[in-house]
């Protein structure tokens, strides 16, 4: 495909890609530094952060400590936390709850104004920070747009969708976009570029992420050749809603957290077998349950009869409104759930301050890897992920760049348009692509599969001209190639054919694009890559 080019002889102190939480905190601890947010969607919408149903994992009570909360999150971690992280997010958790209660969001408080906390699974004590049960995402979000929209430091861009790192070398200069619903793209030179992109919820048939979670901001850095940390650990949320529709709206983990149990068809509860702690046992423990369950026939319900009845609705507004709109009651009826895919904890590798192995280059959020959740992410450590290390890019960049200019920017177009349809072609590769991730690179993996799938990717990426797609496909070869490196299952990353963990293995993967590209031609040379190309009709 070829595009027009447009560039500008402007140069921002700081373009930041991606327009939800991680963005947005960032651009506003910037402040009154001059900062471009490039947003595919209107800032706040197409966020998994708007879509988070838990909350802020935070020690704030007096029976809790930023210690236990650290002890909690490494024991999940499947024994590769970077642990200095952890205890550095955990102790500057309550100042950035802090920090949100500053910008207007209506935490839950109890009727002597202190802070409600509730649990989730794996948490040793009442940490989780929420407001109405189900409606924290949203509720942060809602409170730090009006922020962003009345701090006149910040330039929102709308309707441009990040494709390409500009560089010299190992120097990042700024973001190639493309105007969402045309062929033009456009030049943003920047001092700093901090990549928010988000996640990878969309490379899988079945995800509870927005559209917009499609693995851009990883596939950038690492086009560009910055190094890529764990890419194999994905975490699958037990308990999404079974009934067909994408993304998969989710049964928040809190509703386990309030009782409700996990049962099978015949209404046996089956978690009970499986770990000591129940319905509250880690995630990766439940999802692979779940799956289990499912694969055998037996069927996956959550049942909040009991725990919740009549309850339901006014604790949970939106998990309610999900069960209603496909039909089912969950006051009278057990939940259908699966595992759908999450969070991914690998991206691209930073140090404590959001510094990436290329120059001029931070990221925060989930298009990061700062190794805080190790191979398994402890429930609402994400939100708390995301502002802790989106200030402290925020601090390093402040600390490294001479005083900020005043915020005068050229006119850009900026009106959202219609995506531009996709060919025939480009439908069917997306199709595909989503269909083989969750066949090969899903809940439960082995060599065949994994080979299998970055031969198909391989092969779908001589298909395609679109680099929003491209760089689907790269991420996707990330995800497959981390996973067939390690011969082990651990935390997010399970093998049926290495079924245990291996303590020669308990330590980080690191992983550039050029190494990728071995791992691949391999993987098409070899009998299962071959034999998956032409079950998929790409021969």
């Known amino acids: 495909m070829t595009s027009n080019l447009s560039a500008t002889t402007h140069i921002d102190d700081v373009v930041i ?87 207007g969001v209506p935490f839950d408080m109890d009727l002597e104004g202190r802070l409600q906390l509730s649990r989730e699974a794996a948490h040793s004590v009442n940490r989780i920070v929420r407001v109405r049960g ?78 917009e979670a499609n693995g851009q901001g990883i596939a950038m850095a690492a086009r560009a050749g910055a190094v890529i940390a764990d890419p194999e650990f994905v975490q699958f949320h037990p308990t999404a809603l079974d009934v067909g529709i994408d993304p998969a709206p989710l049964a928040s983990e809190a509703l386990r957290g309030e009782g409700a149990t996990l049962i099978d068809r015949d209404g046996k509860r089956f978690m009970l077998d499986i770990d000591p702690l129940k319905e509250l046992a880690p995630r990766d423990v439940v999802a692979r349950a779940v799956f289990s369950q499912i694969r055998a026939g037996r069927g996956a319900f959550l049942d909040c009869r009991e725990a919740l009845g009549t309850a339901f609705a006014e604790k949970f507004p939106t998990v309610h409104a999900a069960c209603l709109r496909a039909g089912i009651d969950p006051v009278t009826q057990p939940i259908p759930v699966a595992p759908a895919e999450h969070y991914h904890m690998g991206g691209v590798l930073t140090d404590a301050n ?26 609402s450590n994400s939100l708390l992920e995301t502002v802790v290390f989106a200030a402290r890019v925020a601090e390093d960049i402040q600390n490294q760049m001479p005083n900020p200019r005043t915020a005068h920017w050229p006119g850009i177009d900026d009106t959202i348009q219609e995506p531009t349809r996709r060919n025939e072609v480009e439908r069917e590769a997306i199709t595909v692509l989503r269909a083989q991730m969750a066949a090969g690179v899903g809940v439960l993996r082995d060599a065949d599969g994994l080979a299998g799938t970055l031969a198909v990717l391989d092969a779908l990426e001589g298909n395609c001209r679109r680099r929003s797609i491209l760089n689907m496909i790269t991420a996707g070869k990330l995800v497959a190639a981390g996973a067939l490196l390690r011969t082990e299952s651990r935390g997010g990353h399970s093998r049926s054919d290495f079924p245990d963990a291996d303590p020669a293995q308990a330590h980080r993967t690191f992983l550039t694009m050029r190494q990728v590209d071995a791992i691949v031609a391999e993987a098409v040379a070899s009998e299962a890559g071959r034999k998956a190309v032409a079950e998929r009709g790409l021969a």
Request: glycine share 14%; with cysteine; proline share 3%.
């Open 17 to 103: 890609l991606g327009g939800g939480l991680t963005g947005l905190f960032c651009a506003l601890k910037l402040a009154p530094r001059p900062v471009t947010i490039l947003s595919t969607s209107p800032i706040g919408e197409g966020a998994s952060s708007a879509w988070a149903q838990g909350g802020i994992a935070a020690a704030v009570s007096d029976d809790d400590s930023a210690a236990a909360h650290a002890r909690d999150t490494i024991a999940v971690g499947g024994g590769i936390c970077d642990e200095n992280i952890v205890r550095l997010m955990t102790q500057e958790a309550g100042d950035r709850v802090r920090d949100l209660l500053g910008y």
């Open 134 to 211: 189900d409606m924290a995402g949203r509720a942060i979000m809602d409170a730090l747009v009006a922020a962003v929209r009345k701090t006149s430091s910040i330039r929102v861009v709308e309707g441009y969708i990040g494709e390409e790192l500009l560089s010299e070398g190992k120097l990042v200069t700024g973001v190639l976009a493309r105007r969402r619903g045309d062929r033009e793209r456009l030049a943003f030179p920047a001092h700093a570029v901090v990549l928010a992109s988000g996640g990878i919820g969309h490379l899988y048939a079945v995800t509870t992420n927005p559209g």
């Open 354 to 379: 959001g510094r990436t192995s290329l120059d001029n280059l931070w990221a925060a959020g989930e298009v990061a890897s700062t190794g805080a959740h190790g191979a398994n992410r402890l429930a």
